[in-house]
């Protein structure tokens, strides 16, 4: 254990405590109102960690963020240079900037950022797998950094400052995964037939989501569809002659979203009989840049969205 | 739940923007010392008594409400620029003066949680005040002016006033976008009522037209 290491500075050889705390743990959790997810989630494993951990993860997740950026370079060379013919190469920062946002951004900073936009965004974001695993053992280790603490008859004002960031951080996590369970159970029929929906999720969202919809159809075909004539059973289906699934509920990318600009996003073309925006109404091509505050449609800016160039607010 | 608002009724619930606002920075100057804090949201300190540093706007507060430390209210706090940003907005009709993005949050809960620190806080908050009136009155007139687009850039609106009208805007633009575009959106009442159908959680989403 390195736990000597850590900057909070407790025992090394406290085995015992620190298994003792995690069963802690766990029963807590299991005994709280959560979600499938969070119990399925709760990992026990690797007995190494520090909080040295969170910076070398971020420097080891932006070799992702940059292998991501690059290839959207390369899809741009191959889409059509129409689009940027205005301010071209003027849209985006270089690699050098991503690395120094992450150097200088907590996990926390950066989970709020994944909960604002997985709220905001009317369909499923890619799960930030590397981001949750970090956050949850940060916090793990500060829940037995905050009992540490009481037991050692620590200052309980510290304490109570300590019980608060945890709290914030938890806040923040538990909510990033119950909005995108709202959603799943919301567009789980439409999640698990759209492969690229289905990616997004993470191991145990996948587990959940197979359940959920396990349980529905049971539940439906009990109830109500073993009951009415034939060609109407279909649980997708508003009858035998429908040719697609037309009683999938999908997310409305066509709502309307508030976004905060990071990067310059590519300039987009919108839509051809209506352009005119309130404030601004230069020309056919719509151009976000850093700093720039907008109402948009979410559709068209899906990508800038999952590239990170905008932030949903 | 952990404090889940309905996504239905706003998108963030006043409680959550607030949250979001406390992660602000402000300056403190503390009357004790306190070891460095090495938090899951950063490190702050150490902290020795009548050194200023900068910390995120809940642990000021909490510090403040243990009588801990003084907070130093914000440079665009102060009376001078509230009255230069108030009388710019009143004579500007369509732009907004430049204020941090949650400047009602982080009035609010400095009014709250340090009145004593505020110099002419009477006067900081009645120009904050009618500077939010004046900005809201704004929001609703160039309201008036809408039309159909798929993008409206509102630079300088607070993350508060986003909040309110974000419900309304985004449906009315939805609806002009909808009505331009009647082949690309599929019938809403159709959708929601296979909504309602296969999720019996969700109340059947009102028409856009009303």
Known sequence: MKFSQGRCGFGVANNLLWLASILKVLLVKAKAEISLLEIFSLEVESTTRNFLGNRVCAVAGLDRRNDLWYDHEKREEHSKPVQMASGAGDWSSSPIDDYETLISTTDVELLKRAWRNEKASPEILPFQDALVKRAKEQIQLMEETVDEFEESGHDPLIVSLYQMDLDRAQFLLRSYLRVRLQKIEKFMFCIWKNDTYRDRLSEEEKSFIESCIRVIEKHLDETVLSKLPENYRDILKQSAISEEDDMVPEPQLDTFVVANCKRATRPLYLDSNRQSAVFDNRDDYFQMVPGDLCIIRYKPFREELINGNIDLV | ?210
């Open chain 2, 1 to 210: 739940m952990a404090g889940q608002s309905d996504p239905h009724v706003s998108l963030f619930s006043a409680e959550e923007v607030e949250f979001i606002a406390e992660d602000e920075m402000v300056e403190i100057v503390p009357n004790m010392t306190i070891e460095r804090l090495n938090f899951i949201s950063g490190d702050f300190g150490p902290f020795l008594p009548l050194t200023v540093n900068q910390v995120p706007l809940w642990l000021a507060v909490a510090l403040k409400k243990r009588g801990k430390c003084a907070i130093r209210p914000p440079h665009w706090m102060s009376v001078e620029n509230l009255t230069k940003v108030l009388e710019e907005e009143r004579d500007s009709q369509g732009a907004f003066q430049a204020l941090p993005f949650h400047y009602v949050e982080i009035s609010r809960l400095l009014f709250d949680h340090a009145r004593e620190d505020i110099p002419d806080i009477y006067l900081v908050r009645s120009l904050i005040e009618d500077i939010r009136d004046v900005r809201l009155h704004k929001v609703e007139t160039s309201l008036e002016k809408f039309s159909g687009t798929s993008a409206v850039k509102i630079p300088n609106l607070s993350a508060m006033e986003v909040n309110i009208i974000r419900p309304f805007v985004g449906r009315a633009l939805q609806a002009f976008y909808k009505h331009d575009n009647p082949e690309k959106i599929p019938d809403i009442d159709r959708v929601s009522s296979g909504q309602s159908r296969v999720a019996n959680s969700e109340p059947p989403r009102r028409p856009l037209r009303r």
